[in-house]
């Protein structure tokens, strides 16, 4: 019955800073590696899940942690949040956990490359700008305004609503004539469907459907 994921951090002042360096400089190579690839299969994971997940920045979002970030679906953060960015080539490595190819997506070639090659951080008025994250609240109104829009998809057609995730997320992988047919083939299940059916009785009799879901 779960429909929304929202990730947040309690920890004042972050989301994530990723992982703890004193610990990777201990780690065996071996197991640094084991390391990316566990978090690698987590986030594609969600990726693929019918669930939307939202990720609530309301601190500092940095190196993993903007990795994990880049593994949800949308991006919401606070306007006094503070940096956003991968620093990894600082420490002589790439963001190993989707942070040169979520990103270069999600962005594009160029503004990735310039981000993963120099570490440097934007604030979130800039992130916003170039599509990073896909609103910023005031402050101290994140969390609530976060939460607000997870409930408001919560509410509707989940079915729709996860066949619409699929949809953008695997046809953007696909030439553009095989996604089309994608597309038609999700639409196909969607007119099949009791709430296709039951979203149309509800417009025409003007009132709110009762979604049966996925």
Known sequence: N???VVLMSDVPKFFSAGADINFLKA???RYKTQFC???NETLDKIARSPQVYIA????HTVGGGLEMALGCDLRFMGDEAGKIGLPEVSLGVLAGTGGTQRLARLIGYSRALDMNITGETLTPQEALDIGLVNKVFPQAETRERTLEYARKIAESASYA???IK???MNGKEMPLNVAI???GELQNLLFRSEDAKEGLSAFLEKRKPNWKGI
């Open 56 to 59: 609530c920045l309301e601190g």
């Open 181 to 183: 047919r994608y597309e």
């Open 37 to 39: 690839l566990f978090c």
């Open 166 to 168: 699929l949809s953008i």
């Open 2 to 4: 779960i429909k929304v």
């Open 161 to 163: 609503v996860s066949n």
């Open 27 to 29: 780690a065996d190579p």
